[in-house]
């Protein structure tokens, strides 16, 4: 296999949706863990530049984790991760504690051992902090503990179908599906359906949103980072539930146009001058 460029961007699930947020101009703080590498110092400048806090973003001994990512001519792609100091030697001190009760919302994902997950999201769960799980990262079941902590779950439908065994060829299946996540304690689920929109399924029904047609698609890679992000601080600035949809959607557009994960997340201002335009 040959490829045409190599190029090096940060990213990763965690930092591109904590850099989403931050960009977004919600008051954000990363906690994670980053290698001894250089790529941990692209990490953190990344981070810092998006406006993200890092007094909880620790150092320990090992390569900062990484994903190589193939790029395919018509934007799509195909991701290996490469855990590093994301799978090991995790310790929530008692200060970060602090600081996810005092949250107003928390955004996990899947790159990180399932089990901090769970750590991370009951003691925000039991502060009446609203928990947000982005379903990328690891392919298997997520485990009933950290479950019982979300108040969102966001899959794709590649994601959702492998976490339900049910098909999700049609809006019907996949909102049949969302609501077998929900039978199992989750109160709502935002389904991520690529060029079909996107589905929030909770307890007052079901809610669609279509794309808003990007000019170009360049680099899909942070898309679903990106709205599930965007959806999060839209609901934190009170937004109702379609305009937050709608600010996601819009978000993810801006987001496909430029290449690579991290680095194409939009700003607020990008979203004020796309609705204007």
Same mark, same amino acid.
């Given at each position: ?22 960009? /977004? ?17 692209? /990490? *953190?400048?990344? /981070? ?52 996810? *009760? ?18 991370? #999201? ?24 950290? /479950? ?13 179908? *492998? ?18 996540? *929900? ?67 819009? #978000? ?15 700003? #607020? ?9």
């Amino acid at each position: 296999m040959s490829a045409k460029t190599l190029t090096t961007f940060p990213g990763g699930k965690g930092s591109n949706q904590a850099a989403a947020a931050g960009l /977004l101009g919600h008051p954000t703080y990363m906690l994670g863990q980053v290698g001894t590498d250089a790529n941990a110092n692209l /990490l *953190r400048d990344f /981070l810092q530049s998006s406006g993200v806090k890092l007094d909880y973003l620790r150092e320990i001994d090992g390569p900062t984790g990484s994903a190589i990512i193939l790029l395919q001519p018509s934007g799509e792609n195909s991701i290996i991760i490469v855990g590093g100091a994301n799978m090991t030697g995790w310790q929530i001190t008692d200060d970060a504690k602090q600081l996810l *009760r005092t949250a107003g919302g928390l955004l996990l994902q899947r790159e990180i051992p399932e089990e901090v997950n769970a750590q991370a #999201a009951q003691v925000a769960y039991e502060a009446g902090v609203q928990v947000t799980l982005d379903c990328g990262g690891i392919e298997g079941p997520v485990t009933p503990e950290l /479950l019982q902590s979300v108040s969102i779950i966001s899959p794709n439908e590649t994601e959702l179908a *492998r976490l339900t065994d049910l098909p999700v060829d049609s809006r019907e299946q996949v909102e049949a599906a969302a609501q077998k996540l *929900r039978e199992q304690g989750v109160e709502q689920v935002l389904v991520k359906l690529g060029s079909e929109g996107s589905l929030l399924v909770g307890p007052e029904g079901t809610l669609y949103q279509p794309i808003v047609k990007a000019d170009k698609v360049v680099d899909t890679t942070g898309a679903g980072d990106c709205y599930t992000a965007a959806f999060a601080v839209a609901q934190l600035q009170g937004q109702a539930p379609q305009e937050a949809l709608c600010f996601a959607a819009t #978000a993810a557009s801006i987001c496909i146009t430029r290449k690579g994960a991290g680095s194409s997340m939009p700003t #607020a201002e990008d979203l004020q001058q796309y609705g204007s335009n």
